[in-house]
């Protein structure tokens, strides 16, 4: 079910709680005082109803919301049994399991005391990551007995998904068990895209069945492997939906370009007979990175686009011609749309782009017309590599369109989207070996802030009172981000 989240996405989100939970581990270790490491073991994500963790019963679910840097919300689900022998050792108790415990309310306060610590240390971790001050909610404890039933409330509908880490969870001579952690979409979209540049891009929609519009081979030996597929994949469904809600402004109407399909062909056999008659529009990087793009839409969906644009009746004429005018409007609707494509795009590949004044022609093979079909600067015989979408806009369009890119283009920005993703997980992994060299004395207080509620207080036979916490300061506001934008061209009346 990666695809409706991304590999890259989920990659990215991984490595984030790899990181935050090992700070959270540290955290937790320092309370108990016993060697404590929280690691993810699978992440996946899961449909709503099929979140049922019956090994997991009877069990304690905490729920954590997030209210600034990121949004959303997660939950922790821990054996009741593993808590009982984390607080037995919290209060210096025998780490065994006593069928009389209770989770009454002074160990709830307990629970909560342990869930505030390691997740002060875990949002301070995230908040380094991202360099954005976060701060949570109050944590939210249930407790689920044998045999009833875990409510997730606020997931959404029962086939909506959620994403789903596996941790495996030590603490040394007393438990070695596991534990879940359940994310919002909202929130594992918000935290992956952080740490890879792409906050800005709305989430897609569910995607729109359409029929496949291009025809194409891809036995020439072309060397592109399913890694830099997989990533040409991600750029283009993070980078059109930056140019749907460009588009979506310029329209006042919703607009959705998701579920880009990645195929490798030749421009001698290269044909989209579904698309024809169609609006061809040329797009040249002229900074960043070297080449051209080529987009194919139906004429009959860029009439409907250009109606919409200029106020006119939505349909469809025999008597509608492409003359000066409208192949202006065109060329400024796609100004508008690749130029927010190459915002996002920027952010991806950690480089300045421009782009040209985009070109656009109309071609028809319908009408017996004997030119070759010319996919922009492309050859004759060049490999090249189409990603396929669906269009949609709301009481307007239920279409699809393609782009068709040089391979070498389609090498060189997988290329730059891989080493910078490499890149940003490579400076994760050393702050977190900064991190763990970082005496206990040095380490930063949380960036965390909630209310307190009145709750019972506990003493241990030990004698040991948990600490209160209070806000701590925040963390400075990291500089705003510089972005490079495409030349905006002038609006064609």
Known sequence: ?????????????????????????????SMLDAKTSFTVKTSELYKNTDLKFHKMDPSVLVKIDYFKGVTGFFYLLFKQD??????????????????SFTFDDVNLSAVTEIVNLFMGAATTSLAQMVNTPVEIATPETTV??????VVYSGLGASDDTACVLNLKLEVEG???????????????????????????????????????AVNTENDFGIEFDDIKKDAIGEVNNITMGAAATAISNLLDAKVWITTPSVSLSNTSVLSFPALEPSVQVKIEYI????????LVLKQRDVQLILNQLMGQPLVVTDDFEFNELNISAVCEVMNQMMGASATALSKLID???????????????????DEKIKYGDLGPNEDVCVVSFNLTIDDVVESEFISVLSIDLANEIAEKMLAHYNSSMAAAMDFVEEAQNVPASQTPPPNIRYAQ??????????????????????????PEEMQQRAPQQPYYA
Do not use: C, W
Not at 459 to 477: E, K
């Open 1 to 29: 079910m990666h695809s409706e989240f991304g590999a890259m996405r989920m990659d990215a989100l991984t490595e984030v709680f790899n990181v935050i939970m090992g700070a959270a581990s540290t955290a937790t270790a």
């Open 287 to 294: 900074k960043g990175i070297s080449g051209s793009s080529l």
């Open 82 to 99: 593993d808590l009982q022998l984390m607080l037995n050792q919290l209060m210096g108790m025998p780490p065994k399991i006593d069928g």
């Open 174 to 212: 007393i438990v070695t068990s596991e534990f879940y952690v359940i994310l919002s979409m909202e929130l594992a979209r918000g935290i992956a895209d952080k740490i890879m540049g792409t906050e800005d891009v709305p989430e897609p929609p569910p995607p729109v069945p359409v029929t496949p």
């Open 351 to 369: 480089t300045s782009i421009d782009i040209s004044t985009p070109i656009a022609q109309v071609h028809d093979i319908t009408k017996g017309k």
């Open 453 to 478: 509620p009145e709750q019972p207080q506990y003493v241990s036979q030990s004698g040991y009172v948990p600490p209160q916490y209070s806000p701590q300061q925040q963390y400075a506001q990291p």
């Open 144 to 149: 689920n007995e044998l045999g009833s039933t």
